[in-house]
């Protein structure tokens, strides 16, 4: 509780007088620790809308109660971003004063978005459910690096481990493992029943998030993916975030997932799945278009070898990105457990 | 197969070429072993093809050695569109 206080005082900079919105599942870890806990250890009015996705509904709501201060997620803003400026010109949201989002990494386009459409750029936090709270984040005031995971929050220690030696990366810009620690007040005690995988999550005095990034030289993080979502193309270590950032910026793209493919040659390349804006057709020369934008805008390396066109992407009810289920469909194993999928 | 070699001498230069990079692509320019297009774009430039000749070319044809030069390219499209009828 203390740490959710801190972090939701801090982080998402809740004061007195705001009217606090949290859009997430409170089924979810965000729901319970920033739509529960965090706001009403720190007295906040909150306000709670029982409702699916729907863009004219939820301005209305910002607009109806004068909400401050909005907590959302990537999967949530991509959907807000489709529906595009229209919608929000329609809507006094002049009372919204800091917006942050959580949940999965968030693309650059998206922040820049958000300025255009709220005159306020949405500040992206980083954490899991081991971590009980926000541990690097993007601060109210500090300077946003759109796409940047942002920095360590006070009493935090964090950094990216060499994934051979589990030691501290010592120069900028070099990919590692994220690492925090061991000892905030909310830190992960335990897996339930299952102590030996617990005991894998830490190394060299280190707690090892499973995620991975590349500290730049001012010091703020930035995602490169799930070790488990890197895709590994000839011996090179590709971050499907990276693309699927890039892939945003295509004028056609409303949402993308990056994945490992499996090559003869390559061992494995890179293949996206895109769900396109309105009006636009899943065509051969609109993959070739996509293609091409993606290798000059990154790398050949980079460039997705196959784009399937697909009208939604497999999500976890809390919004995620099931990159492992279009994973195991490209190497022909099973999908694993599915019981945290969304419906269509 | 004149023109075919002007397509793909024309779509080389615009797409693989950095802007600034005054090198010409002749016939005979090593492609992939010069280093102009890489392994990973391959894929586009086959891809182009395949659209704009309307045929499909196996993958086990799409060898570095096939796309090295515009020479072995259009032969290689040649071959396709021959097959094709």
Known sequence: ?344 | MDDVKKVIREYVTKEYLEEGDERQVTDQTKLISGGIVDSFSMVSLKRFLERKYAIQIPDAEASPEAFDTVDSIAALVGKFTAARG
């Not at chain 1, 995988?197 to 030289?217: C, E, H, M, Q, S």
């Open chain 1, 1 to 344: 509780m203390i740490s959710q206080y801190l972090t939701a005082k801090r982080v998402l900079d809740l004061r007195p007088d705001d009217v606090y919105w949290c859009n997430a599942d409170p089924g979810w870890v965000t729901g319970t620790s920033y739509g529960i806990i965090g706001p009403w250890a720190n007295g906040i009015t909150q306000v709670v809308l029982d409702s699916g996705f729907n863009a004219e509904r939820w301005y209305s709501f910002i607009e109806r109660h004068r909400v401050t201060v909005w907590y959302s997620a990537p999967t949530a803003i991509r959907l807000l971003m489709r529906e595009g400026l229209e919608v929000v010109g329609r809507h006094d949201l002049s009372s919204l004063r800091h917006l942050a989002s959580v949940g999965e990494p968030l693309n650059a386009e998206a922040v820049v978005w958000s300025e255009e459409a709220y005159g306020l750029p949405f500040h992206d936090t980083y954490w899991q459910t081991e971590t009980g709270c926000i541990v690097i984040t993007n601060f109210p005031g500090m300077r946003i690096k759109p796409g940047s995971m942002g920095k360590p929050f006070p009493g935090i220690t964090a950094t990216v481990l060499n994934p051979r030696t589990f030691e501290p990366v010592s120069r900028p810009g070099v990919v590692g493992l994220i690492a925090l620690r061991p000892g905030w007040p909310s830190m992960i005690r335990g897996y339930w029943n299952n102590p030996q995988v617990y005991a894998d999550k830490f190394k060299n005095g280190w707690y090892l998030t499973g995620d991975r990034a590349a500290i730049d030289a001012d010091g703020y993080f930035w995602f490169v993916g799930r070790d488990d979502d890197v895709i590994n193309t000839a011996g090179h270590l590709v971050g499907p975030f990276e693309i699927e950032s890039a892939l945003l910026e295509h004028r056609a793209v409303a949402e993308s997932a990056a994945v490992a493919k499996p090559d003869a040659v390559n061992m494995e390349v890179v293949k996206a799945f895109v769900a396109l804006k309105p009006g636009f057709s899943g065509d051969p020369d609109l993959e070739l278009e996509i293609m091409n934008f993606i290798r000059r805008k990154l790398s050949p390396l980079a460039m997705p070898q196959e784009i399937e066109f697909v009208p939604s992407l497999p999500k976890t009810r809390s919004g995620k990105i099931l990159r492992r289920v279009l994973r195991a469909q490209e190497f022909g194993e099973p999908v694993g457990d599915l019981s945290t999928m969304m419906d269509d």
